[in-house]
């Protein structure tokens, strides 16, 4: 997990109402230091070439407006494009932000939240924490490759965290899902979940078609899809 901070006068009136929301990066296309703004097609945003922009979705994990200042909390992929320009960038380093993107409504009445997700997840989870009642009990299920790579999180007085490590092998969002599985979940509680896209669709399949929960109790957000092949 990269921590990274944009800034400048663009963000200027940028506001963010609630957690777990996002924001798009514009980044330099590759081999490139300039960044280009692309033109929305009524579809996509594409460049004068035809060819696509370098665009990702994070959590924006703090804004200050003061400063205008905006940092998001990135985890690293090998041959991701953004993570190799998050590598690779100086200060001063071009890139664009639009947003934001839709957040998480908290039920200041719930009896209880279930939390859970991927290293992804994380800023968002963060976020979560931070603004959630503290007489709410919270549940926060992670599933991480590397325990030892992994972040502190916000403290909140009633939360459980509960950390379960990937196996070296192992599909992403396998050892997620198994905890969701196994998770009690009583009347009314509220569910967050965000990861690997696969995963994300087989934990709506066991929370929806399985357990037979409403939908309006669960959010569940696929952030990233594995390569296939």
Request: glycine share 10%; aromatic share 6%; charged share 20%.
């Amino acid at each position: 997990m990269v921590r990274v901070t944009v800034g400048g006068q663009a963000l200027s009136g940028l506001e963010i109402a609630e957690p777990a929301a996002s924001v798009r990066l514009l980044l330099p296309s590759p081999g490139s230091t300039e960044l280009v703004i692309p033109e929305w097609n009524g579809n996509e945003f594409l460049l004068s070439d035809g060819s696509r922009p370098i665009i990702r979705t994070f959590t924006p994990r703090f804004l200050d407006r003061d400063a205008l200042e905006l940092t998001l909390d990135l985890v690293l992929h090998d041959g991701g494009v953004a993570s190799e320009w998050v590598v690779s960038a100086k200060p001063g380093a071009p890139a664009a932000v639009s947003g934001p993107g839709r957040g998480y409504e908290i039920d200041p009445q719930a009896p209880e939240f279930l939390l859970a997700g991927d290293e992804t997840a994380l800023p968002a989870i963060s976020q979560l924490l931070e603004r959630i009642p503290a007489d709410i009990p919270v549940r926060v299920l992670i599933e991480i490759a590397d325990r030892a790579a992994g972040m502190d999180l916000p403290d909140h007085p009633r939360s459980e965290v509960s950390w379960h490590e990937l196996p070296g092998r192992g599909v992403p969002g396998d050892a997620l899902v198994a905890a969701v599985e196994a998770a009690e979940i009583g009347e009314g509680c509220l569910i967050w979940c965000a990861g690997e896209a696969a995963a994300m669709h087989r934990i709506r399949t066991h929370l929806f078609k399985q357990r037979g929960l409403p939908r309006s109790v669960a959010t569940v957000r696929g952030y990233w899809k594995r390569p296939s092949g």
